[in-house]
Structures are given as structure tokens and as C-alpha cells.
């Protein structure tokens, strides 16, 4: 994720959800492993209400008018993702 984040953050907005994790632990996983991309903490689980999260991980892809693109549950590699990227992006 932060290969293509850094990839692509002039024209895709990222955003990475935490739900279950405090912000200290995060911010410290995020500084450990060099990680630059922006974490947004949904503490009251509204985020994870709306577009129906039942487990983690899990990959939401919207295009430019917010509609759902697609989505993936577990883990999602990064070939898939920028392919999914592409695709809204209109690259492919």
C-alpha cells in the first residue's frame, strides 16, 4: 500500500481506516516500518457501518464520484490494487 500510495497520492486519495487499534500503536507500526500513508481512526465504527465492514482487512475502491468500484476482504496484493487503480483512473 505505501509503494502505490506514494505512487499515486497526487491522484488518488488513500485512506486507511483504523478500528481496533489505539493511535499510539499505530503511529509507532506506521514510524517502525517506514510507512507514510494517512490512517484515520474510526473509534465510533462509523465508516465501518456504512460501507457494511464485517472484517479486517479489507479494501474499498471508489471512483472519482465516490461510487463503490470494487472491494476485496483479506488481503489484497499490490498488483491487484494497481490494477484497480488503473482501471478507475482510466490507465487501462
Known amino acids: ?3 502505490l500510495y506514494e505512487k499515486y497520492k497526487d491522484k488518488v486519495n488513500f485512506v ?7 493511535k499510539k500503536t499505530v503511529e509507532r507500526f506506521l514510524k517502525d516500518n517506514g510507512y507514510s500513508f494517512p490512517v484515520y481512526y474510526d ?3 462509523v465508516a465501518s457501518y456504512t460501507y457494511g465492514a464485517s472484517s ?8 472519482k464520484g465516490g461510487e463503490l468500484f470494487g472491494y476485496k476482504m483479506g488481503v ?4 491487484a490494487l ?3 487503480i488503473k ?3 482510466g490507465d487501462e
Open 82 to 84: 494497481e490494477d484497480a
Open 43 to 45: 473509534k465510533t465504527q
Open 16 to 22: 486507511m481506516l483504523n478500528v481496533s487499534e489505539d
Open 56 to 63: 479486517i482487512p479489507l479494501t474499498f475502491v471508489l471512483d
Open 1 to 3: 500500500f505505501n509503494r
Open 76 to 79: 489484497l496484493s499490490e498488483e
Open 87 to 89: 482501471t478507475v483512473l
